[in-house]
């Protein structure tokens, strides 16, 4: 490691905290009293923390991402018609075209 005084420059440091590694991040984030009223209210219904409960709801955006990055492009129209504009299905047609 280069050292320059005592010190270690910081683009040596291991990825990590002046502590050592770890395995959280803490941040602040400013709730509006009447939603934080909210959100304690709803922990204690589920008999969880405040905490558990807001990571719960960032994991759960994180996964919603990661599942619509995952699902296929869809092409227009689902169903092709030979007089386009107009489509007139049963619905055994519907059937039919769903589970051939």
């Known amino acids: 490691m280069i050292r320059k005084g005592s010190r270690i420059e910081p683009y040596l440091w291991p990825l990590g905290h002046k502590y ?3 395995d959280v991040m803490r941040t602040t984030v400013d709730i509006p009293d009447p939603t934080y ?3 304690k ?4 219904l589920r008999g969880c923390s405040v905490k558990e409960l807001i990571l719960r709801g960032v994991e759960a955006e994180l996964s ?3 599942r619509e990055k995952s ?8 169903i ?3 007089r386009p504009g107009r489509l007139r299905l ?6 039919e075209i769903l589970f051939p």
């Open 71 to 78: 699902r296929g492009k869809v092409t227009l129209p689902l």
């Open 41 to 44: 209210a709803r922990a204690a």
């Open 64 to 66: 919603d991402q990661i």
């Open 20 to 22: 050592g590694i770890l």
């Open 37 to 39: 009223r909210q959100l």
């Open 90 to 95: 049963s619905n055994k047609t519907i059937h």
């Open 80 to 82: 092709k018609s030979k």
